[in-house]
């Protein structure tokens, strides 16, 4: 089949590049030419593991542009643009509107358009308003991927959810959707069809549970601290339940990124609106638990050191996760911004995110005192005390007593409950955890 897939960020290019390893002739259109250059010459944009061998591989059916009347050609239409957070908390949709004005002159009757952005509920009927007249079809199919998994959850993806009109417009959307999809719902990968507004809302219902849990971990983690308990081994107990579950329930300094974060608030900004504020009120509360934890390793440091000022701290870890290089609303860079302006000297270092990370320093005026590295030896060398903000399996596997030989003093702050706390004690470290001694 021959697809386009309009906006090549994480999701999209991916996307673009898994729909040609599934056979079909893809376009992947972006109004980054800087983006489509690097794509076009095989190199990926950011770092994803899996996915620069998966560009090379499909090359002979992947090609880019930035003109959007190369999408003229394709029969099904992704569209994959960012939805980021507006001032206000709600979605800024400015990205899919000026995609569908875009596109809605190239389509022809009879192509299939598919949403994949992450949208407030309401987006994809209000937008049938500017396709159908087309006598294109409209459904929304949203995507569940995980940054580091990327490849992974777009080809082997838990399940496929489908947003189609009502009657036959949606039998025809499915059809052609499977299609699409065909090798994919060969493996018996689960697919649900709905209506718009419950595929819109699955999305942000997905990722809202998935930061309620992370926040749930995150409030017995300050109870923990309080009370002598170990969260970690508290999350493993409640975690063999099988109703519970262990996965997402890591305390730390929490979830960041381009995701989570933004899509709880968009999602109480989107209830509020349609007089349900109420219903999800709670959702500010896993909003403030999380956005405590960054706070809180600033407050450990300062009852380890007394005052930061011209102290020396490492930070390990700047992405918002590991195997990624992206640092949007990222928990360990905003910490080392935090013990910046306390007035510490901070060295962060990260395998991916130290470049990045340069530019949104120097806006924030902190360069003098904040820098960045890929070595993370260099970044602990003198310091007074380290901080572990992102559990990159490399941070995780050192040794620490060579890392104690490099320090100034030991003292480590795990924010990520990733170390073996008797292995660093041992080697005559003071070890705060997150919620565990
Ligand atoms: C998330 C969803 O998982 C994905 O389904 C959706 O499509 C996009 O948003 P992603 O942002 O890539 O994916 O990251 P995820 O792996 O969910 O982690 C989000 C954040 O939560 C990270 O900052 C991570 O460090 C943090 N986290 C995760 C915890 O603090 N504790 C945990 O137990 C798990």
């Given at each position: ?303 380890e ?75 602990v060398?003198?310091?007074?005390a380290l901080?572990i ?9 050192e040794d620490a007593t060579?890392i104690g030989s490099?320090m100034?003093q030991k003292l480590v702050v795990d924010?990520?409950?990733?170390l073996d706390s008797d292995a660093w004690k041992a080697a005559g470290f003071r070890y705060r955890g997150?919620?565990?001694?």
């Open positions: 089949m021959k697809i386009s897939v309009i906006g090549c960020g994480y999701l999209g290019a991916v996307h673009a590049a898994s729909m040609a390893e599934l056979g079909h002739e893809v376009i992947g259109i972006d109004v980054d030419p800087a983006r489509i250059e690097s794509l076009q010459q095989g190199i990926a944009p950011f770092h994803e593991p899996g996915f620069d061998a998966l560009l090379k591989k499909t090359a002979s059916r992947l090609t880019f542009a930035t003109d959007m009347s190369s999408a003229a050609d394709a029969n099904v239409h992704f569209v994959a643009v960012g939805t980021p957070q507006a001032a206000d908390g709600s979605a800024d949709m400015t990205f899919v509107n000026s995609a569908i004005e875009g596109l809605v002159p190239h389509l022809s009757e009879g192509d299939l358009v598919v949403g994949k952005s992450t949208v407030p509920v309401g987006t994809a009927e209000r937008l049938s308003a500017s396709v159908t007249p087309t006598a294109a079809l409209l459904m929304w199919n949203p995507e569940f991927l995980r940054e580091g998994f990327a490849v992974e959850d777009t080809l082997s993806p838990d399940r496929l959810v489908y947003g189609v009109p009502e009657g036959t417009d949606g039998d025809t959307a499915t059809a052609v959707l499977d299609e699409v999809y065909a090798e994919i719902l060969a493996k018996d990968t689960p697919r649900l069809v709905m209506n718009f507004a419950t595929a819109e809302l699955v999305k942000v219902a997905a990722n809202s549970f998935l930061a309620t849990k992370i926040s749930f971990i995150n409030a017995m983690a300050e109870r923990a601290d309080v009370t002598g308990a170990s969260v970690t081994q508290l999350a493993d107990a409640i975690g063999y339940d099988t109703r519970i579950g262990r996965r997402f329930l890591n305390a730390g300094i929490g979830f960041g990124g381009g995701c989570l974060p933004k899509d709880i608030r968009g999602f109480i900004a989107r209830a509020e609106e349609l007089g349900v504020g109420k219903a999800l009120s709670f959702l500010k509360d896993v909003d403030d638990i999380n956005m405590r934890r960054r706070t809180r390793v600033v407050d450990v440091l300062t009852e050191l007394g005052s930061l000022d011209g102290k020396t701290i490492a930070v390990w870890g700047i992405s918002f996760k590991p195997d990624s290089d992206d640092i949007r609303d990222s928990p360990a860079l905003d910490i080392a911004e935090s013990l910046a302006r306390s007035g510490a000297t901070v060295v962060s270092a990260d395998p991916e995110g130290w470049k990045p990370a340069q530019a949104r320093i120097e806006r924030a005026g902190l360069s003098a005192s904040l820098t960045t590295t890929d070595n993370h030896h260099a970044a060398t003198g310091a007074d901080v903000a992102t559990e990159w399996k490399v941070f995780q596997e060579t490099l100034a924010g990520r409950n990733c997150m919620g565990r001694a």
